[in-house]
């Protein structure tokens, strides 16, 4: 039989890892996560880790393997990935690949474009940039540099405008101008989910699901990591916030209802990734599992018969 990987995606909050969990138990498989701020074992609660329970009901593999000193791309992921399901499909015919991180996703099942290595001083003055003048300046020079591609980045993410603008500056040419010459892998076929909601449901989550984190320790957590707090691990939403009120930059409360907003924004930003894929197939968040094996054994029967 060809070798299948179900892959699941969604915005933050919508419940990705009990449906990776439910189907992981259906089919008696394992999971792979794509989630790239779950891959570290300090950040258990702002991360919203699956609980020793949830890692309990199935085998998990890329949860908690790192540390966040570590340098780990998404290149350096899609290598790992590939090597775990080459091994993995040695015993099953379907793997389960979940996460909201759609780069990681794509990373793996349509692989990376290939880009010019670029003096890591140019970095280093992009984020001194970023810190004297703040976001707007790299959107200012990307909208120089590369228009094409700065029409279709996501504008409020730091890392990407810097990504971009590096290789601009580095290569003499466009971002863009180094997109689309990836290659998939070919031991496997995809099969894409989506896990949807109402935006209001997303956001009621969301909300429910930060007092939670706070209420479980996230400033505690968030507390003994901010001596790391330059780490590009933690360059992300739930210690942000947190580093700022520790800073005096913010009141306890104010950090706790920007963590939500900023959260509102992210899983915004992940909705309009995956619409953009259009061999997404989308299954309501509250669905029975049998909406979803339904679905994925037409699939597989139809590659068993050739089609």
């Known amino acids: 039989m060809e070798k299948l990987l179900v892959t699941i995606g969604g915005p933050t909050g919508i419940g990705k890892t009990s449906w990776a969990i439910r189907l992981a138990r259906h089919y008696r498989t394992e999971i792979l996560s794509a989630d ?29 393997h790192l540390s966040i000193e570590n340098d780990y791309t998404v290149g350096d992921f899609r290598r790992d990935a590939l090597e775990r399901l080459e091994t993995l499909f040695g015993k099953y015919d379907l793997l389960i690949l979940a996460g909201g991180s759609g780069l990681y996703l794509d990373a793996v099942t349509r692989g990376l474009d290939e ?18 003048q703040g976001l707007g300046a790299l959107q200012v020079l990307l ?8 029409d279709r980045v996501d504008r ?31 031991f496997f076929t995809t099969l894409r989910l989506g896990i949807d909601a ?6 009621d989550r969301i ?26 691990a933690l360059q ?15 009141d306890r409360d104010t950090a706790i209802r920007e963590i939500v907003k900023n959260t509102r924004r992210y899983a915004k930003r992940q909705g309009t990734w995956f619409r953009r894929d259009p061999d997404i197939h989308w299954i309501p968040y509250d669905a029975a599992t049998e909406v979803a094996t339904r679905y994925i054994d037409e699939r597989m029967k139809s590659l068993e018969d050739g089609n």
Do not use: W
Request: proline letters at 8%.
């Open 36 to 64: 790239s701020r779950q891959f570290y074992r300090e950040m258990r609660i702002g991360t919203a880790r699956p609980t020793p329970e949830e890692l309990a009901q199935a085998p998990h593999h890329f949860v908690g």
């Open 115 to 132: 880009f010019p290595e670029v003096d890591p001083g140019i970095r280093e003055d992009l984020e001194r940039l970023l810190v004297e």
């Open 143 to 150: 909208q120089e540099k590369d228009p094409a591609y700065f």
């Open 156 to 186: 409020e993410n730091p890392r990407r405008l810097i990504r971009a603008l590096e290789v601009c500056l580095g290569s003499g040419k466009p971002y863009s101008s180094y997109l689309g010459n990836r290659q998939s892998p070919g």
């Open 198 to 203: 109402p935006r209001e449901v997303v956001y």
């Open 207 to 232: 909300e429910k699901r930060v007092l939670a984190m706070v209420q479980a320790g996230l400033e505690e957590e968030a507390r003994a990591l901010y001596p790391f707090r330059e780490c590009n």
């Open 236 to 250: 992300t939403v739930g210690y942000q916030e947190f580093f700022s009120y520790f800073d005096g930059d913010l």
